[in-house]
């Protein structure tokens, strides 16, 4: 595995120091989780639980979204 000797080779050229990028790689992670289990809803954009089947009901705008229905 690679990825210590490359990362302290980018590390040293970097503004920022390596603890930062380690959190952004983590939010970045928390990020793409969160999204498989929420959603934008599709009318207003608030949030909402991701629809696997059938549909659901938007709590803020009412309005029914479901999970062919663009996303943001
Ligand atoms: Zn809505």
């Known amino acids: 595995m690679t990825f210590g000797a ?5 590390a040293d050229s ?4 390596p603890i930062v990028l ?8 928390a990020l793409w989780g969160w999204r498989q ?3 934008f809803c599709p009318h207003c954009g608030a949030l909402a639980r991701r629809v696997y089947a059938g549909w659901r009901r938007c709590r ?5 979204y ?7």
């Not at 490359?6 to 980018?10: K, N, Q, W």
């Not at 970097?14 to 120091?17: N, R």
């Not at 380690?22 to 992670?29: P, Q």
């Open 22 to 29: 380690g959190v952004a790689v983590i939010l970045a992670l």
């Open 37 to 39: 289990y929420y959603q």
């Open 14 to 17: 970097l503004p920022v120091p």
């Open 66 to 72: 479901r999970r062919g229905l663009r996303l943001r």
């Open 6 to 10: 490359s990362m302290g080779a980018v």
């Open 60 to 64: 803020r705008c009412g309005r029914q």
